[in-house]
């Protein structure tokens, strides 16, 4: 399975972003989809994350209330809708692939995208 991230980009504080992920593979709708974001000089953690069938979804307690996740199994694409961002969400977001167990956790995904940059300026 490869993932290819895209929508990245400069937006002001208070604005939107819409992160898409594209999958390839016969299995790609079949996997849990999560997202992850790096910040400059931190480690990776978890955003957002949706099962394969779209019924469920988890946030992380910045996103809840702000990002959306959802995905389109007939067009294997996911995606990340990003609103009121701030500069603290600034960094590289990820899109991993093949979630088992617990889906806020990066060591439960085998599948994992290059990542988009996004950089929120104040």
């Known amino acids: 399975v490869q993932l290819v991230e895209s929508g990245g980009g400069l937006v002001q504080a208070g604005g939107s972003l819409r992160l898409s992920c594209a999958g390839s593979?016969?299995?790609?709708?079949?996997?849990?989809v999560g997202w992850f974001h790096q910040a400059p000089g931190k480690e990776r953690e978890f955003v957002a994350a949706i099962t394969w069938s779209g019924e469920d979804t988890y946030y992380s307690t910045s996103a809840k209330g702000r990002f959306t996740v959802s995905r389109k199994n007939a067009q294997d694409m996911v995606w990340l809708q990003m609103n009121n961002l701030q500069p603290e969400d600034t960094g590289v977001y990820y899109c991993a692939a093949n979630g088992v167990g617990s889906l806020k956790l990066e060591t439960e995904y085998e599948y994992w995208g290059q990542g988009t940059l996004v950089t929120v300026s104040s």
């Open positions: 593979g016969h299995r790609f709708s079949n996997y849990a």
